[in-house]
């Protein structure tokens, strides 16, 4: 067994999603198959378009705040401080922020490598307010194994 490796936010590699920093925790540095990384999803954020990951799991923990969340054809529904979205691959999912507050999550992602790779992509793509680009962020979810 190796070294115990412990990461704080902020000390380790970070990109912008949405306007919001990102500082992932594990997953960079290729030790484990699985990246998570600590996140901010600003308030009145509309969220990305529904969408489906062909190539990596993706699970969402809420730590503080609320969001509104779902999986499938679901409607949506209120992941408040404790509920983790998970949407394993081919999975159709979605979450916003239509609240005052912003919401802290914890992003898992598995493989690291591919997960880490679209978070990036998107997240600068993203805009802090208002909708999206669909052409752009259409490019960027195939471009990485995924569709809206």
């Not at 409607?75 to 239509?98: D, I, K, Q």
């Not at 490598?113 to 600068?124: N, P, S, T």
């Amino acid at each position: 067994m190796g070294p115990v490796s412990l990461v704080v936010p902020g000390s380790g590699v970070s990109f912008s999603y949405a306007g919001s920093p990102v500082s992932v925790l594990a997953g960079a540095d290729g030790q484990v198959d699985f990246a998570s990384a600590e996140m901010t999803v600003p308030p009145r954020f509309r969220g990305p378009i529904p969408h489906v990951h062909d190539t990596f799991d993706e699970a969402i923990y809420v730590v503080t705040g609320r969001l509104l969340a779902g999986t499938g054809t679901d409607e949506p529904g209120e992941a408040a401080t404790g509920a983790m979205l998970v949407a394993p691959r081919g999975v159709r999912h979605f979450f916003s922020n239509p609240f005052d507050e912003p919401a802290r999550v914890l992003g898992i992602w598995s493989p690291a490598r591919i997960g880490l790779e679209f978070m990036k992509a998107v997240g600068a793509a993203l805009p802090a307010s208002g909708p999206p680009d669909p052409n752009l962020m259409r490019e960027i979810y195939e471009a990485h194994g995924s569709r809206l």
